[in-house]
């Protein structure tokens, strides 16, 4: 079971549903696994990132915790 979630975790942001620029700008900063997204702080994406704020950094954050959720519920 863990081996089945570490694969969840590489697989790569372009399966998370957020919009084409948030993914080449995680991209750009490195962040280009779902594993590597969820364990990002928000304020780093915020930081990072040009218009991320609060609100988008958690939409980001959801949708990557949103794509394990779908995986261990199915």
Do not use: C, F, W
């Not at 079971?1 to 998370?16: C, F, G, T």
């Not at 780093?44 to 704020?53: A, E, F, P, S, W």
């Amino acid at each position: 079971m863990l081996e089945i979630l570490r694969e969840q975790l590489a697989k790569p942001i372009d399966q998370l549903d957020i919009t084409s620029y948030q993914n080449e700008q995680l991209k750009k900063i490195g962040l280009d696994t779902i594993g590597a997204v969820l364990t990002a702080a928000e304020q780093d994406l915020m930081q990072k990132i040009h218009y991320v704020g609060p609100v988008r950094a958690r939409q980001i954050k959801n949708a990557a915790e949103a794509a394990i959720l779908e995986y261990l519920s199915g």
